[in-house]
């Protein structure tokens, strides 16, 4: 009786596990499908590009300094001013400078004095040697008299033009339309030769000044059109090769290259860091595979992109990937043409896949 009565306990155990498993398979065979929006692989003939990274800077720009010691004793200007050419900026203390234009003065109001009473002289002795009156020693000397007294006006002038000059460099103006970007010196900080003191930038044109390694600054020519990618405002922009560097030799190996922005807006900033795409002559049209960043799954090390399978299951395939053009990545291998590829799961941004897995059922759509 007890042999009977552990059999039946163990049918019942089996048939409960069997019932367990067939509710287990049933749930997965029909589970929902996962809506998700796919994008179709394109290979097309484009031109090779080299990308290097670079600074937007105002074309127009300079930084303002001396070449005299001495107080600051005013900045009439602040941060983000705008300012016209010759405006006054900064203003340097001056009281040495200015006791030596009074002293100049005196010294051309005295050698003016005797220049005159040479003059004089010099014409009068003139008069007196043509009536026979004067010897030709004593004109002689009145002449030499005269050339004295007018080289040493002459030099009390040069030394006032001098000393006009050096003013510019106490009272520093703007030398164009601009917009002040910095300034390094407060009222009452020692001013010293050389050292920046304010920065004024022209506005309207802008360039991005890229570093290229040595292995393909060749391949760069001025005058070739060019992308230019601004990462923080996520925009591609149209410029021009104006400058390539023939020397690396303060530059630690990379050539710097110059490209003007042909249209920008006040969006544009100095400062803003940009991807420049030179594109290189190809002897032979190469077939480039782009996809989206936002599509790509990273796992660790590894970066993959959820592609369609035939029966319509996601299926994690890993690339290898190459150079990056703006918002898309080139695909070296692991994804071939007319591939269809998943952007994101239904509801979601591009990137975000939700629950997707791989093997997971979908419902592909554009």
Known sequence: MKQIYTGILLLGILGFSSCGNSSEEKNIDNSAAIPVTVRSVTAKNNTPFLTASGKIEAANSATLSTRMMGFVDKVHVNVGDKVTKGQLLISINNADLSAKQAQTSAGIAEAQAAFNNAEK????????????????????????????????????KQ????????????????????????????????????????????????????????????????????????????????????????????????????????????????????????????????SLIMVPEDALVKRGQLTGIYTVSQSNT????????????????????????????IIA????????????????????KE
């Open 345 to 364: 799961a239904e509801g979601l941004p591009a990137g975000q896949h939700g629950k997707l897995f791989n093997g997971a059922k979908i419902t592909p």
């Open 121 to 156: 002289d010099y014409h009068r002795f003139q008069n007196l040697f043509d009536d026979n009156s004067a010897s030709q020693k004593e004109l002689d000397d009145q002449r030499a008299r005269y050339e004295m007294a007018k080289a040493r006006l002459e030099g009390t």
């Open 159 to 286: 030394i006032k033009n001098e000393i006009q000059s050096q003013f510019a460099y106490v009272n520093l103006r703007s030398p164009f339309n601009g917009v002040v970007t910095n300034h390094f010196i407060e009222v009452g900080d020692m001013a010293n030769p050389g050292e920046p003191l304010l920065s004024v930038e022209g506005p309207g044109t802008f360039e991005v000044t890229a570093s290229v390694p040595e292995g393909e600054i060749s391949k760069i020519k001025s005058g070739a059109v060019v992308q230019v990618h601004v990462k923080s405002l996520d925009r591609i922009l149209h410029g021009t090769v104006t400058e390539v560097s023939s020397s690396a030799k303060n530059t630690g190996g990379q050539y710097l290259v110059t490209v003007v922005l042909d249209r920008t807006d006040a969006t544009i900033l100095s400062g803003m860091y940009a991807t420049v795409q030179f594109p290189l002559e190809a002897k032979t049209e190469t």
């Open 314 to 341: 996601a299926l994690l395939r890993w690339l290898r990937l190459g150079r990056t053009f703006g918002e898309n990545v080139e695909v070296l291998s692991g994804l071939s043409a007319d591939e269809n590829y």
